[in-house]
């Protein structure tokens, strides 16, 4: 009895061992009396029992591996640490576990052999513009390195690149003095295009003050030159009457000789009125000849032309004494 226990025993667990179950997206390697024999796929799989052994199982699926942070130099001899990410995956089983002993301690190392080179070929300044070319240039190096051992690179990312402290304080410096110099740059700017526009809004203002000036003596000469016109054909319809007044009218002669004197005797008061110092040459001979006139023009006048006369007759006596 205790012989057919030991006996269902050892066939349970030979039969239990004999059945391999692999989740999906997982694979594993089968050795035969030490020599590689199978791969087993994902679902329900059997081996023989203490001849075959489960040696290596992994996954198919994309992976992330952190790349720690490194010292690096770069061209121009400045010390900077960086760190990346890579993604990867198992493409070939079979080759990721007898191609290397050690697969991920392989890849960092590969990693971070590659972004020294690639960070030693450029500037310190070239290092922080051209993360996208490093990271493609790191993916395809990687990628053709890590391809003899089944692992397909799908994606290197840099993320820090860390200058030293001294560094980062000189850089600091730089920057400052660099915006300093575009403030200064771009005040002297504005104030050079603040003056040309100054410069061409006086030009334009002098040229319209210009015109302006022109306009206004040409509307002043076309307004004098109106005037002027007005004043002739009124002064040629005054004539036009007083010619057709004087023909057809016999005392019309007589009257315009009267208004004649009187605006000549009305200067001469008003000139003596004025203020100003004057000095007045008149010809007596000419004045009696003119009160002459007007005594012929009034004799038979009413009494305020008559009194217009012994006016006339006064000034005629002061003159001539």
Same mark, same amino acid.
């Given at each position: ?79 900077? &640490? ?46 922080? &513009? ?159 000849? &003119? ?31």
């Amino acid at each position: 009895m205790e012989f057919f226990l030991v006996v269902l025993v050892l066939g349970a667990s030979t039969l239990f061992g004999s059945v391999k179950i692999v989740n999906e997206k997982n694979e594993k390697l089968v050795e035969r009396l030490g020599s590689y024999n199978k791969k087993l796929s994902p679902g329900l799989n059997f081996i023989f029992p203490f001849i075959d052994r489960v040696v290596f199982q992994e996954t198919i699926r994309e992976k992330v591996l952190d790349i720690p942070p490194q010292s690096c130099i770069t061209k121009d001899n400045v010390s900077i &640490t960086v760190d990346a990410v890579v993604y990867w995956r198992i493409m070939d089983m079979e080759k990721a576990y007898y191609k290397v002993e050690n697969l991920q301690s392989a890849m960092v190392n590969l990693v971070l052999t590659q972004i020294r080179s690639e960070i030693g070929k450029l500037e310190l300044d070239q290092t922080f &513009t051209a993360r996208t070319e490093i990271n493609e240039i790191l993916l395809r190096e990687l990628d053709i390195a890590t391809d003899p051992w089944g692992v397909k690179v799908t994606r290197v990312e840099l993320r820090d690149i860390m200058p030293s402290k001294a560094v980062q304080d000189s850089m600091e410096l730089q920057m400052a003095a660099e915006r300093k110099k575009r403030a200064a740059i771009l005040t002297s700017e504005g104030e050079r295009d603040s003056a040309i526009n100054s410069a061409q809004g006086q030009a334009q203002a002098r040229v319209l003050d210009a015109e302006a000036m022109k306009t206004a003596e040409i509307l002043k000469a076309e307004a004098q030159r109106q005037q002027q016109i007005l004043k002739a054909e009124a002064t040629a319809q005054a004539l036009e009457i007083l010619t057709q007044k004087l023909s057809s009218d016999p005392h019309a002669r007589e009257a315009l000789q009267f208004l004649l004197a009187q605006n000549y005797l009305d200067m001469g008061i008003s000139i003596g009125n004025s203020e100003s110092s004057k000095v007045m040459f008149m010809d007596p001979r000419n004045i009696v000849a &003119t009160l002459e006139g007007v005594r012929s023009v009034v004799g038979n006048q009413p009494n305020e032309y008559q009194a217009l006369v012994q006016e006339l007759d006064k000034i005629d006596r002061h003159s001539a004494g």
